[in-house]
T-cell receptor, first 116, second 120 residues
């Protein structure tokens, strides 16, 4: 069975602080994909990053960075020097290919509050 | 670039009424997914279609039905609406590729902006 766990329900930080959002996943598939999505108050799901199971290289994109570790089944997301505009719910998701499509499940989400 | 289009963006219905949500996938995407996100919840998978055939089914109530048409757009029909059906409904599309190393397959679902259904 597949599962995504985001243990942090809510995180509150002050602007300019660094913050790490944790994501732990479970899957028996050898080929899978991991994602992070941002959901601002307006409601849309904004794609942030995709990683496939064969690519453990960490990635940095501006103030965002991701740490993928298969050994611990974790795909953590760090925001450096957080800003008020980073306030949103962040979802980690796991996707694997099935017959006729992808099966994607989401974690429960972490609500990030960045205070000025 | 064209994105997934959902309509209507907002819908208000009374209990026991019927609602229909529409989804237009990204051109050349042959797979469509429907997700339901209740207040404070994560998106829950409802149903998916590949090449106009139902490919997977999640926690979709029997009161709901969906289909994918010849032009690949999809419609989610919800009948006998209940208060608990109030949610944000996302449609997503993806291209089916050959595997992890093929350009068409990234595992990514491309989401629409969602349709917010309020049942009074």
């Amino acid at each position: 069975a597949q599962k995504v766990t985001q243990a942090q329900t809510e995180i509150s930080v002050v602007e300019k602080e660094d913050v790490t959002l944790d994501c732990v996943y479970e899957t028996r598939d050898t080929t899978y994909y991991l994602f992070w999505y941002k959901q601002p108050p307006s409601g849309e799901l904004v794609f942030l990053i995709r990683r496939n199971s064969f690519d453990e290289q960490n990635e940095i994109s501006g103030r965002y960075s991701w740490n993928f570790q298969k050994s611990t089944s974790s795909f953590n997301f760090t925001i450096t020097a957080s800003q008020v505009v980073d306030s949103a719910v962040y979802f980690c998701a796991l996707s694997s290919e099935t017959t006729g499509g992808f099966k994607t499940i989401f974690g429960a989400g972490t609500r990030l509050f960045v205070k000025a | 670039a064209a994105g997934v289009i959902q309509s209507p963006r907002h819908l208000i219905k009374e209990k026991r009424e019927t609602a229909t949500l529409k989804c237009y996938p990204i051109p050349r995407h042959d797979t469509v997914y429907w997700y339901q996100q209740g207040p404070g919840q994560d998106p829950q998978f409802l149903i998916s279609f590949y090449e106009k055939m139902q490919s997977d089914k999640g926690s979709i109530p029997d009161r709901f039905s969906a289909q994918q048409f010849s032009d690949y757009h999809s419609e989610l029909n919800m009948s006998s609406l209940e208060l608990g059906d109030s949610a944000l409904y996302f449609c997503a599309s993806s291209p089916m590729g050959q595997g992890i190393d093929e350009s068409g397959s990234t595992g990514e679902l491309f989401f629409g902006e969602g349709s917010r259904l309020t049942v009074l």
